[in-house]
């Protein structure tokens, strides 16, 4: 597979990403220049295929190991990962773990309560939205949440409402809305 790299010298720099989450970093790097890593042209209508995101993370995964890297970003996540966090959980994805779920999709806590993913939707057309305020705190809701967008990565958007299983065996309903754009998650009734 190949991909592009835009923003080295003598080229134009690239912009830095929007601001986001924050993974294993204080706050985002300044002073720095930005760095894209892109699809070539005879894959871009297959970027978010995990074969070739796959091969995507193992380039940078590599590249996040040389020295001056002050951190990496995933913009359909609008994530920024300290370097050796980012090469951790590529790491351990490439050789078989769990998808990262904290890093190429994030979390934002929603008005009134409640957690939508971000990114989600660039891997399966679909983001999640964990309406759980009732019993569960945050770190709970976002445990949760890596094991659904791992088993939705895995298995692929919900079509129809369904029954599903926490990882303490928690009964879940999950129900497509906006035309399946996102998939609501609460408490099974």
Same mark, same amino acid.
Request: charged fraction near 20%.
């Given at each position: @597979?190949?991909?592009?790299?835009?923003? @080295? &010298?003598?080229?134009? $720099? &690239? &912009?830095?990403?929007?601001?986001?989450?924050?993974?294993?970093?204080?706050?985002?790097?300044?002073?720095?220049?930005?760095?894209?890593?892109?699809?070539?042209?005879?894959?871009?209508?297959?970027?978010? *295929?995990?074969? /070739?995101?796959?091969?995507? *993370?193992? @380039? #940078?995964?590599?590249?996040?190991?040389?020295?001056?890297?002050?951190? /990496? $970003?995933?913009?359909? +996540?609008? &994530?920024?990962?300290?370097?050796?966090?980012?090469?951790?959980? *590529?790491?351990?994805?490439?050789?078989? #773990?769990? %998808?990262?779920?904290?890093?190429?999709?994030?979390?934002?806590?929603?008005?009134? !309560?409640?957690?939508?993913?971000?990114?989600? !939707? %660039? @891997?399966?057309?679909?983001?999640?939205?964990?309406?759980?305020?009732?019993?569960? #705190?945050? +770190?709970?809701?976002?445990?949760?949440?890596?094991?659904?967008?791992?088993?939705? /990565?895995?298995? !692929?958007?919900?079509? =129809?409402?369904? =029954?599903?299983?926490?990882?303490? !065996?928690?009964?879940?309903?999950?129900?497509?809305?906006?035309?399946?754009? $996102?998939?609501?998650?609460?408490?099974?009734?």
């Amino acid at each position: @597979l190949a991909f592009d790299c835009r923003g @080295l &010298s003598p080229g134009p $720099s &690239s &912009s830095l990403p929007e601001r986001g989450a924050l993974l294993g970093l204080r706050e985002i790097p300044t002073g720095c220049e930005a760095i894209e890593i892109l699809p070539g042209p005879h894959l871009a209508d297959a970027g978010a *295929m995990l074969p /070739v995101i796959r091969a995507q *993370m193992a @380039l #940078g995964q590599r590249l996040a190991g040389l020295p001056g890297i002050a951190a /990496v $970003s995933w913009l359909p +996540a609008r &994530s920024w990962m300290q370097p050796g966090y980012f090469r951790k959980v *590529m790491t351990d994805w490439l050789q078989g #773990g769990a %998808f990262p779920a904290l890093g190429l999709t994030t979390l934002e806590l929603r008005e009134g !309560g409640g957690f939508v993913t971000v990114g989600l !939707g %660039f @891997l399966i057309g679909q983001e999640l939205e964990l309406n759980l305020t009732e019993g569960m #705190g945050q +770190a709970q809701i976002a445990r949760l949440a890596i094991r659904l967008v791992h088993e939705l /990565v895995t298995e !692929g958007p919900i079509r =129809e409402e369904r =029954e599903l299983l926490g990882p303490g !065996g928690e009964r879940l309903q999950a129900r497509p809305l906006r035309g399946g754009a $996102s998939v609501e998650v609460g408490w099974a009734p």
